[in-house]
């Protein structure tokens, strides 16, 4: 069994599938994890930051525990338990261009989970995905980061926060999108995850950039190179627009005051809402 240390906290009347429910979805993702102990420790305090570890992970907020703040805590939970797998198991180089995929990749299966569980609302994953695709849009047409591409913003993830968190979210949802699309629907982003962790786990090898890009093209069978020539190591925006649209939403968008905004588009058919509804409520069924 998958141990962990959690709280359910009954006077917010929060959801109680915080951690239980979203551990079966991510052994989905890794399968043949080894029983374990992992212990998350929250604590209140004056600052919002988390860390990760190999057995456990610490949080501290300044935020009360409520269903108001639940976008956040749920966010913390979902996203430093994920590098259980993805960080701790799947290492990286020490100071690597791939940050953008060890943070931003683990930030969006976080936010998928937790919507396809409902911890999320379609409101507040909205919400989120506003905030993140202009943050996204923001790095990669402001002078202020001097030109940098996904790769190169990834060697410092402090100050480039927005090409690495941001664009990583982006990245992610677009792969797994072109996965999706280009298999019809037999494989996603999950194969590229699954056989990282395959390959990785407990063997103290530390995964390089090219590594991580030849496997997502041999784990699902697609050339994925022009891909990730246009959209990683270069800084072609990658087409939100387009790809809002065949989820039935229509975009808005302020490129230089980094705003982002959705509203589902009325002539959607209804093959746009149904891949919608797959992503975000059936993309982990309960059962897998």
């Known amino acids: 069994m998958f141990n962990t240390f959690?709280?359910?906290?009954?006077?917010?009347?929060?959801?109680?599938?915080?951690?239980?429910?979203?551990?079966?979805i991510y052994l989905g993702i890794f399968p043949n994890t080894p029983p374990t102990r992992y212990?998350?420790?929250?604590?209140?305090?004056?600052?919002?930051?988390?860390?990760?570890f190999k057995n456990g992970a610490a949080f501290t907020t300044s935020?009360?525990?409520?269903?108001?703040?639940?976008?956040?805590?749920?966010d913390f939970l979902a996203h430093e338990l994920f590098h259980y797998w993805n960080g701790a198991r799947v290492r990286t180089e020490e100071r690597w261009e791939g940050n953008w995929f060890?943070?931003?990749?683990?930030?969006?299966?976080a936010n998928i989970a937790l919507r396809n569980r409902d911890v999320l609302s379609e409101a507040w994953l909205i919400r989120r995905m506003e905030n993140i695709f202009g943050n996204y849009l923001y790095f990669n047409?402001?002078?202020?980061?001097?030109?940098?591409?996904?790769?190169?913003?990834?060697?410092?993830?402090?100050?480039?926060?927005?090409?690495?968190?941001?664009?990583?979210?982006?990245l992610a949802f677009a792969l797994d999108n072109e996965i999706y699309n280009r298999t019809n629907g037999v494989k996603s982003l999950d194969v590229v995850m699954t056989a990282l962790y395959t390959r990785y786990q407990e063997t103290g090898q530390r995964l390089d950039l090219e590594t991580l890009l030849e496997i997502a093209s041999t784990s699902t069978g697609l050339a994925l190179t022009p891909f990730f020539d246009e959209y990683l190591k270069s800084r072609t925006p990658l087409?939100?627009?387009?790809?809002?649209?065949?989820?039935?939403?229509?975009?808005?968008?302020?490129?230089?005051?980094?705003?982002y905004y959705l509203t589902v588009d009325p002539n959607a058919d209804e093959g746009a809402m149904?891949?919608?509804?797959?992503?975000?409520?059936?993309?982990?069924?309960?059962?897998?």
Request: with cysteine; glycine share 6%; charged share 25%.
């Open 6 to 24: 959690s709280k359910d906290y009954e006077v917010c009347n929060c959801k109680k599938v915080t951690i239980n429910e979203i551990i079966p």
């Open 39 to 52: 212990l998350m420790t929250y604590l209140t305090g004056q600052s919002e930051d988390a860390e990760a």
């Open 63 to 74: 935020l009360n525990i409520s269903a108001d703040t639940q976008i956040f805590w749920a």
């Open 102 to 109: 060890k943070e931003g990749f683990t930030d969006y299966y």
């Open 141 to 170: 047409f402001s002078s202020a980061f001097n030109g940098l591409t996904i790769v190169e913003a990834g060697k410092n993830k402090g100050r480039n926060r927005f090409g690495v968190y941001d664009a990583g979210w982006v």
């Open 239 to 259: 087409p939100l627009v387009d790809i809002m649209k065949t989820f039935g939403w229509t975009s808005y968008s302020n490129n230089y005051a980094n705003e």
């Open 274 to 288: 149904a891949r919608w509804n797959y992503l975000t409520q059936q993309r982990f069924p309960k059962k897998r």
